[in-house]
């Protein structure tokens, strides 16, 4: 070890705080992986600010033996150290680290909890559903929403039934997260359950992201409450069920996506017209082509391609 590294590494003890600061961003600077070991130790300094920059340090040199001491401090009483172990932490772990994460699952502490649950969404692996299924039943309605939506990012699961549950939860940002994930389930009642409440949810932001798994599935079961949804006093709820309309082209929808022509959201308005071109119904042409008029430019263009589709489609019908 040179002596300037030795210098810096020996002021990084020093009891005075200015001191320690400056020897962490001259050591930053210097990029030698000597100082690695000194300024892990140094992740146990009582003072905050230095355990913040440290852990900065280390996530530029992205050596991988800092990883289990970064680990350590997703767990601190102050947030701003959490949160920047999580950030560095985001980049450095892969799929190797999946048993030092489970690890700190079982410590007990909420923090350290809570952001392995969201480095997970990372791993992607599937290997960690047992472990993350007990924090569906958390007291805490924060790993509850974490668990629930790291499942939906773990390969190869594609059923879940204890995740059905949270789409009831009384949490609204439990519901929230619950059932985007179930857009991503096969598991037998999940269309249900989200038809349920696209319809019947009071926080419109549910019904927003039932709209939106639904749109996912495109599953033709969920027509009605699909068609009820796009007279929902909330746009955001009306232009995700007027965009699973798309996909799921069921003549019952006929009505309330023509209705849907003249909403307030130019959003909805353009995205009515898309999932009337897929219909293909010679009755939806009059009311597309009054929207040739319509103040958004996206509208018109979006109704004129509807407009030459249905007539296409009509065209086809008519050759046989």
């Known amino acids: 070890m040179d002596s300037e590294l030795t210098q810096w590494i020996t002021l990084l003890r020093s009891p005075l705080l200015d001191d320690r600061l400056v020897a962490i961003k001259t050591l930053q600077h210097l990029g030698d992986e000597d100082a690695i070991a000194p300024l892990i130790d140094a992740l146990q300094d009582d003072d905050p600010t230095v355990q913040t920059l440290v852990i900065t340090t280390l996530w530029e040199f992205a050596h991988p033996s800092a990883i289990p001491p970064l680990l350590d401090c997703l767990g601190s009483p102050h947030e701003a150290v959490r949160n920047e172990a999580l950030s560095a932490l ?16 079982q410590t007990g502490n909420f923090h350290a909890q809570l952001n392995v649950l969201v480095l997970l969404r990372k791993i992607h692996d599937a290997q960690a559903l047992p472990f993350i299924l007990p924090f569906f039943e958390a007291d805490n309605p924060e790993l509850r929403e974490a668990a629930v939506t790291t499942l939906r990012y ?16 009384p949490s609204e940002t439990v519901r929230r997260a619950a059932v985007l994930t179930l857009g991503h389930l096969s598991d037998e009642g999940v269309v249900p359950i989200l038809s349920y409440l696209l319809t019947e949810d009071t926080d419109w932001q549910v019904r927003r992201n ?11 079961a969920a027509i009605a409450a699909l068609v009820a949804a796009v007279a929902d006093p909330e746009w955001q709820v009306r232009k995700f069920a007027v965009r699973a309309l798309q996909k799921v082209a069921d003549s019952r929808a006929l009505p309330a996506l023509i209705n849907a022509l003249a909403d307030d959201s130019s ?24 929207t040739l008029n319509d103040p958004d430019i996206d509208v018109r263009i979006f109704s004129e391609r509807a407009i030459a589709k249905i007539n296409q489609t009509l065209a086809e019908a008519a050759r046989g």
């Open 90 to 105: 985001k980049e450095l772990v892969a799929t190797d680290d999946l048993m030092k994460l489970l690890d700190v699952l």
């Open 154 to 169: 773990l390969n190869q699961v594609v059923r879940c039934e204890p995740a059905l549950a949270l789409a009831r939860d």
């Open 210 to 220: 039932a709209a939106q798994a639904l749109d996912t599935l495109a599953d033709p």
């Open 267 to 290: 959003d909805v308005r353009r995205d009515a017209a898309t999932a009337l071109g897929h219909l293909g119904q010679a009755e939806a042409l009059s009311a597309l082509q009054q």
